[in-house]
């Protein structure tokens, strides 16, 4: 799988908080999608825009560091100010900015992000502390919420226990653009947060809907990658959905997690493997999932 180069980010900032890295030399590179809608990649989670008379609506913002540039890349595109935030999920390399946008912007997420942005979270050897109260959502939802701005229906879904159990897709309808957030990323296997409440198979019903209900010509614009098709995902989802299957077998007949890994349950699957997601770490996900981390299988088809 092409690696992006916010995965050099990803994995030095452990579970996708940290902002201790140097982001002097990052560009923020702007990318048209179709309609008024456009796409910035820097560092972290990729960015939606919408742009037109009423002001700008921006999806996600990357880590705090890099507010200025993103600032500087919305101003090449719009000299209108930034009216909405939207969250896609509460992880640092989505809303890390957030606190920066909040001076003028007022900012949306699904509740359990700003449940979690303001308690924070502990995972495994790191703690996250809660954010400052300028960063937090000042609007919530619990399943769907709708801004309507430039004569553009946008649209926040909430598709819980996916990549997170605060997911949001956001749908730009005039200009058929989706945003996956993390439910639907470019790097290989994809990073599920058991401990902020993800499951593999609410990522999986996530992407299978999406592909069932959406235009087969929306653009993608996925949580971190190149701008895709639904075609794109398709692959994704049945590698989902085969990997859940055969760790599932696995932990149906009683073998461990090490059996699994030693039986290279995975085998065939070894293209989607990073140095983020490696194969192994992914059935270690899958395993876990599964078994509640009790070591006790608990779901049931």
Known sequence: MKKTTCLVLFIASSLLFSQDQNFDKVQIKVHPVAGSVYMLEGAGGNIGVSVGDDGIVIVDDEFAPLAPKIKAALKGISDKPVRFVLNTHWHGDHVGGNAQFSTEATIIAQDNVRERMQTGSTAPGRTIKPYPKEALPIITFNDRATVHLNGEDIRAMHFPAGHTDGDSIIYFTKSNVIHMGDDFVRYGF???????????????????????????????????????????????????????????????????????????????????????????????TIYHDLTDKKGEYVKHN
């Open 190 to 284: 994809p990073f599920v947060d058991l401990n902020s409440g993800g499951s593999v198979e609410g990522m999986l019903a996530a992407v299978e809907k999406i592909i069932a209900t959406f235009p087969g010509d929306v653009k993608v614009i996925p949580g971190h990658g190149e701008l895709s098709t639904v075609a794109d995902m398709k692959p994704y989802a049945d590698m989902l959905r085969e990997t859940l299957a055969k760790v599932q077998a696995g932990v149906k007949q009683g073998k461990t997690l090490d059996q699994l890994q030693q039986e290279k349950v995975l085998a065939g699957y070894e293209k989607w493997s990073g140095d983020f997601i490696s194969t192994d770490k992914w059935i270690e």
